[in-house]
């Protein structure tokens, strides 16, 4: 099993800037795409941004320019930092992998993180 542990949401001004981590655990041969995903109350969730294992990334149209995903291979982890932050970002943040297990080699799972809460308000 993998599990993905979320940190780093919290409560900030417009303007401001948050750093989110998502750290995998368990046993993991290899991680495919890492995707931020973000849900605000009464909408559907949304996805973020996203990063291959090689580096390529995508930004939804309204994080373009303020938000960077980046990941640490090495050490199974996720990066989102997000900056000049508006009342509009806020939402629980959720991360989402794609992974093959050592003992299933073949097969490509995914994963959600338990959710991080991002409160932008004045």
């Known amino acids: 099993q993998v599990q993905l542990v979320e940190s780093g949401g919290g409560l900030v001004q417009p303007g401001e800037s948050l750093r989110l981590s998502c750290a995998a655990s368990?046993?993991?041969?290899?991680?495919?795409?890492m995707d931020w995903y973000r849900q605000a109350p009464g909408k559907q969730r949304d996805l973020v941004a996203r990063?291959?294992?090689?580096?390529?990334?995508y930004y939804a149209d309204s994080v373009k320019g303020r938000f960077t995903i980046s990941r640490d291979n090495a050490n199974n982890t996720m990066y989102l930092q997000m900056n000049s932050l508006t009342p509009e970002d806020t939402a629980v943040y959720y991360c989402?992998?794609?992974?093959?297990?050592?003992?299933?080699?073949?097969?490509?799972?995914?994963?959600w993180g338990q959710g991080t809460q991002v409160t932008v308000s004045s």
């Open positions: 990063i291959t294992r090689s580096g390529d990334t």
């Open positions: 368990g046993s993991i041969f290899n991680i495919h795409t």
């Open positions: 989402n992998v794609e992974f093959q297990t050592d003992t299933e080699r073949g097969r490509v799972q995914e994963a």
